[in-house]
Structure formats: C-alpha cells, structure tokens
C-alpha cells in the first residue's frame, strides 16, 4: 500500500473528531437554548454559536470525513466486508443527524423552536451511540 495512505488516514481521523465535536457539543447547545427568551441578548447569542458551529467546523468537517472515507474504502476495498456495510450504514445514520440538527438550528434561528430541552438531551446521545458502534465495528472487524 501507498506510504501516503497513512496520510488520508490521519485526515479521516481528524474530520471524524471535529465533526464528532460538533455533534456532540450543538444538542448541548439546543438544551441551553431552549432555557433562553427568544429575541434576548442569551438567545441571540445561541444562535451565533450554534450557526458559527455548523457552519465553520461540522459542516467542512462531515464533507471532508466523506471524501477521505471513500477515498480510503477505494484504496483498501472493504466492499464485501459486512463490518464495513455495517459502517457505512452507521456514517449515514451520522449524516442525517447532522441534517436533523441543521433543521433545529434554523428553528432556534426564526424563534420557531418546538421541542423540549428533554428531546434534545436525549438526541444529544444518538451521535455517541453511532461513534462507539463505527469504532468497534473498524477496530475489531467482528464480521
């Protein structure tokens, strides 16, 4: 295999954690947000956050995890390998996630938001779940 192999790895590895980051931190961010009056100085502060997150760090860090995934599936072709449709399955549930939290934060954005801090502690755990799930299935391989 290419010595820069290594690399594209090293790449995936770091926009899997910054976007984790934000998948983990923004539900957070929702449960305090749902505490705030709209239109206050707290709320619109939020909403900074929780736009300047998804925008400047999730969103370029999902995109890249993406690219580099496949690029790297390409180099070591797992196709046949169920851990690896297993994966791929857990990467989308992540991806649309992201877009459910992407439709929340435009929510919170118009002073339109419905849900309870209690939905969104509860969606602040999804994420995890997938992460623990994706790390097992790459490090063991269990089938």
């Given amino acids: 295999m290419y010595e820069w192999v290594d690399w594209i790895k090293a790449g995936h590895i770091i926009a899997i954690i910054s976007w984790m980051a934000g998948l983990l931190y923004l539900p ?3 449960v305090y947000h749902c505490d705030a009056e709209p239109g206050s100085d707290k709320s ?18 999902m995109i ?9 599936a390409v180099l070591i072709e797992p196709w046949s390998e169920g851990w690896f449709h297993t994966k791929l399955l857990l990467v989308i549930g992540m991806t649309i996630s992201h877009m459910a939290m ?17 939905y969104f502690r509860i969606a602040n755990e999804i994420p995890t779940v997938f992460m623990l799930a994706i790390v097992i299935l790459v490090v063991v391989k269990p089938f």
């Fill in 44 to 61: 619109e502060t939020f909403k900074i956050m929780e736009r300047r997150l998804l925008r400047a760090i999730m969103n370029p860090a």
């Fill in 28 to 30: 957070r961010l929702f």
């Fill in 64 to 72: 890249v995890a993406w690219i580099l995934g496949l690029w790297l």
């Fill in 102 to 118: 992407a439709k929340w934060r435009k929510d919170f954005e118009a002073d339109r938001n419905m849900r309870s801090h209690k």
